[in-house]
């Protein structure tokens, strides 16, 4: 950056604290951005609708895959649909919406308020979108990837505001997400309904590590409690628990699969923690053995207790592999190989991040992991 550009950046920054720029900021909603001579139609056409005792609440956040995935993984959130919002037209297919009818790709949501609050469900909406980008987000571009916050109970709209307001005052920048009523919905063509879950390869802004985290942790909250004890005896996860795991996590702990590397929750994970089988919460490693092998998945030394896994011979694409599996759940981990520096003792086992949950040790005690954390002494 040149002298002269560092230079106009501090007088910007001055002027703006000098007239109040800076700390007069509040969301901006881009409605503006379309015709509003037109009158927009008054109709929601879904398939999804909430009990007596459930809310809603309607999400643009960019490509409507991902927003979709991310919530369904939030734990309290009991149904997801994708589908077309606040726009200019009726009934509108999706070639119609991406030669610009006017319409947000939305995520219809349905929680449960007893469970998580429309707060937290916004709060983990945030961290799927740039609020400070326009009618775009990550690599797409155009209105119906703008952000937006549509909602259909009027007592939602101050939550709403104070929210945004929140999430303003963590941005130096403008962000401009809508917070409006909710107009017209019109439920996607079924091809788009849990599109993620179908294609497990298909592109999406929001990041594959963000949604299998939500993933872990709507399964954690599903156990039926929080006392993990040393003298706790561990069974293979319910049908349900599988259920609430994402494709991959299926794929991996299930069907013995493998996921990307370098492309994962925990391979550059080495805060203090211990980490666990995603299906049922044994504690299987921790962070103190844990180690950088390059390899572009976590690598432990050893695990907490050998006898927590069960190690066979796995001759699978014509390599001769040693498979590493939890002996209580039944599912697969990684591999373990003899390959590893002297000082890591020569071991290393390499397991896939979506087969583990990690809890960072600060959270332990409150997670029902308390029994664990002398082993750090």
Same mark, same amino acid.
């Given at each position: 950056?040149?002298?002269?550009?560092? !230079?106009?950046?501090?007088?910007?920054?001055?002027?703006?604290?000098?007239?109040?720029?800076?700390?007069?900021?509040?969301?901006?909603?881009?409605?503006?951005?379309?015709?509003?001579?037109?009158? $927009?139609?008054?109709?929601?056409? *879904?398939?999804?609708?909430?009990?007596?005792?459930?809310?809603? =609440?309607?999400?643009?956040?960019?490509?409507?895959?991902?927003?979709?995935?991310?919530?369904?993984?939030?734990?309290?959130?009991?149904?997801?649909?994708?589908?077309?919002?606040? +726009?200019?037209?009726?009934?509108?297919?999706?070639?119609?919406?991406?030669?610009?009818?006017?319409?947000?790709?939305?995520?219809?949501? !349905?929680?449960?308020?007893?469970?998580?609050?429309?707060?937290? !469900?916004?709060?983990?909406?945030?961290?799927? !979108?740039?609020?400070?980008?326009?009618?775009?987000? +990550?690599?797409?571009?155009?209105?119906?990837?703008?952000?937006?916050?549509?909602?259909?109970?009027?007592?939602?709209?101050?939550?709403?505001?104070?929210?945004?307001?929140?999430?303003?005052?963590?941005?130096?920048?403008?962000?401009?997400?809508?917070?409006?009523?909710?107009?017209?919905?019109?439920?996607?063509?079924?091809?788009? *309904? @849990?599109?993620? $879950?179908?294609?497990?390869?298909?592109?999406?802004?929001?990041?594959?590590?963000?949604?299998?985290?939500?993933?872990?942790?709507?399964?954690?909250?599903?156990?039926?409690?929080?006392?993990?004890?040393?003298?706790?005896?561990?069974?293979?996860?319910?049908?349900?628990?599988?259920?609430?795991?994402?494709?991959?996590?299926?794929?991996?702990?299930?069907?013995?699969?493998?996921?990307?590397?370098?492309?994962?929750?925990?391979?550059?994970?080495?805060?203090?923690?211990?980490?666990?089988?995603?299906?049922?919460?044994?504690?299987?490693?921790?962070?103190?053995?844990?180690?950088?092998? +390059?390899?572009?998945?976590?690598?432990?030394?050893?695990? =907490?207790?050998?006898?927590?896994? =069960?190690?066979?011979?796995?001759?699978?694409?014509?390599?001769?592999?040693?498979?590493?599996?939890?002996?209580?759940?039944?599912?697969?981990?990684?591999?373990?190989?003899?390959?590893?520096?002297?000082?890591?003792?020569?071991?290393?086992?390499?397991?896939?991040?979506?087969?583990?949950?990690?809890?960072?040790? @600060?959270?332990?005690?409150?997670? +029902?992991?308390?029994?664990?954390?002398?082993?750090?002494?």
């Amino acid at each position: 950056m040149s002298r002269w550009k560092v !230079i106009m950046g501090i007088l910007a920054l001055v002027a703006a604290i000098a007239f109040g720029g800076y700390f007069s900021l509040s969301p901006k909603n881009i409605s503006a951005s379309r015709n509003l001579s037109v009158p $927009m139609p008054e109709e929601i056409i *879904q398939q999804n609708q909430k009990a007596d005792h459930e809310a809603e =609440i309607y999400l643009a956040g960019g490509c409507f895959w991902g927003t979709e995935f991310l919530m369904r993984n939030v734990p309290g959130v009991t149904s997801v649909e994708v589908g077309y919002s606040n +726009g200019m037209t009726r009934n509108p297919t999706y070639r119609e919406v991406c030669k610009g009818s006017g319409h947000a790709e939305s995520a219809h949501v !349905i929680y449960n308020p007893k469970l998580v609050s429309l707060s937290k !469900i916004l709060d983990v909406f945030y961290q799927s !979108i740039d609020p400070t980008f326009v009618n775009r987000e +990550g690599n797409e571009r155009d209105m119906q990837y703008r952000s937006g916050i549509y909602y259909s109970d009027p007592d939602d709209e101050p939550i709403i505001k104070e929210s945004l307001k929140r999430l303003q005052g963590s941005f130096f920048n403008q962000i401009f997400v809508e917070n409006e009523p909710i107009k017209n919905f019109y439920r996607a063509e079924e091809e788009h *309904q @849990e599109y993620l $879950m179908k294609n497990p390869n298909g592109y999406c802004h929001v990041t594959r590590p963000m949604i299998d985290e939500k993933a872990k942790a709507k399964v954690a909250h599903s156990f039926p409690n929080k006392n993990f004890s040393r003298d706790r005896v561990y069974s293979k996860p319910s049908k349900e628990t599988l259920k609430n795991l994402s494709e991959l996590q299926r794929a991996v702990t299930q069907n013995g699969a493998t996921e990307p590397p370098f492309k994962n929750e925990y391979d550059e994970e080495f805060r203090e923690g211990i980490y666990v089988d995603v299906t049922n919460g044994q504690p299987l490693f921790l962070s103190t053995d844990k180690f950088d092998s +390059g390899c572009g998945w976590p690598a432990f030394s050893k695990p =907490i207790d050998k006898d927590y896994l =069960i190690e066979r011979p796995d001759r699978s694409y014509g390599i001769e592999r040693t498979e590493v599996k939890t002996k209580a759940s039944g599912s697969h981990l990684g591999h373990v190989f003899d390959d590893a520096p002297a000082e890591f003792g020569g071991v290393r086992y390499c397991i896939n991040s979506a087969s583990l949950r990690f809890i960072p040790r @600060e959270d332990m005690q409150k997670e +029902g992991y308390g029994d664990w954390l002398d082993l750090f002494k």
